[in-house]
């Protein structure tokens, strides 16, 4: 088993092992003597988003791949889907993000991602663990600061290869005047700041930007996508003014903007469920979609399966994380996946992970293209009551060796017998345990979710 990697790269609080600067220099070192097998002269590509810690780590990083004889390449801030895509179309043997996400400013991360522009699988994460571990071994603060300095104190930033990643986005929906839209956008003071600022400008979209104002610390601070109700207040609050036009969407990235929730024009939460289903019948009418295929996760809703089955589409289910998504879409060949959170993958265009930008761009276009509103496009999704509930834990010990935890799921699986349902699971980038309960029966579904996460916390809880 990984132990650094979660389901997401490594995750920590900054300035603490693993991200602290010996460690983050060992994983740039482990990093390049794992390319230098495969590459002869291997180019890598790093960005990072707004915290305040995320320069310095990246510079670590930067210093550690140097020092293994690999000299790296900054786009500054700027998404993981950004750095994803580049690393694909500019030939960098591999792309570095340093994020933590939808975490807080406190936190940040590491995550990798191959030539290909897809995330690094398993067995290669943990190839580059043994090699972390090696290294660790060797490596100490006075070898540290022995190792080459980078030009100049920090790592700087290549426009152009921003810009780049921007054009493509803007030439993804050339061919939809976007014009007419009026949106407002919260970018979580993150990293969609600059990109979505510029993008949506250049495609002639009426947006106001709230949240847009990074000051290192206040990055998904009560914004964001994992306060969704933020900018659906900012919808029902523009649009209870009589002045036209109304606001036609909400949108709301996370802190390295690989996913995106919405807000309708009447002020509504619209969750990734929702935009698979928008998505799904959109590419179905254009021939898109082959197989008439969607892979979404265990935490969908039922309702998405059952609205998408009645146009004819089958759903897979993978498990959580987008990570995951995509290894279940290449498989079987489809082209579109997400998860409920707002990771939607669209594989008809040259995108490899989660991109909260395009999916904001892809939801606009078809909206301009049908000239109504995203209520009307979901309208027939009726959402089973579902609940999730976190725990956090002292360990992660498998559920199903926990006695009291094993018992509780079988006595909600038995009372449930079929009517719903109910996932149980860890969280790859948090100490926490997810309960999530579906159910036709609202009370029932709360009682149920209560019941097992009381189980969790008598056995596990911290």
Known sequence: MRKLFGTDGIRGIAGEPPLDELTTFIIGRSLGLHLLKTFAAPRVLIGQDTRESSEWIANSVARGLRSSGIVSESAGVLTTPGIAYLARKQQFAAGVVVSASHNPWQDNGIKVFACDGYKLPDEIELEIEREIFAQAEKTTPSSLAKAPPLEGSTLPGDARLRTAYMDWLVGSVADTNLSALKVIVDCAHGAATPIAHEVFRRCGIDATFIHDEPNGRNINDHCGALYPQVVAEAMRQGNSESRLPRYSLGVTFDGDADRALFADAEGNVVNGDSILLLAARSMQSRGALPGNLVVATTMSNMGMEIALRRSGIRLLRAPVGDKYVLEEMRRTGATLGGEQSGHIIFRDTDATTGDGVLTA?????????????????????????????????????????????????????????????????????????????EAEDAAQMRRLADMLAAAIQNTLGS
Do not use: F, H
């Open 361 to 437: 761009l892809r939801v606009m276009a078809k909206l301009a293209r049908d000239g109504c509103g995203l209520r009307e496009l979901t309208a027939d999704l009726k959402v089973l009551p579902q609940i999730i509930q976190n725990v956090r834990v002292r360990e992660k010990k498998p559920l199903e060796e926990v006695p009291e935890v094993a018992e509780a799921l079988r006595r909600a699986e038995s009372e449930l017998n079929g009517a719903g349902r109910i996932v149980v699971r860890y969280s790859g980038t948090e100490a926490l345990a997810r309960v999530m309960v």
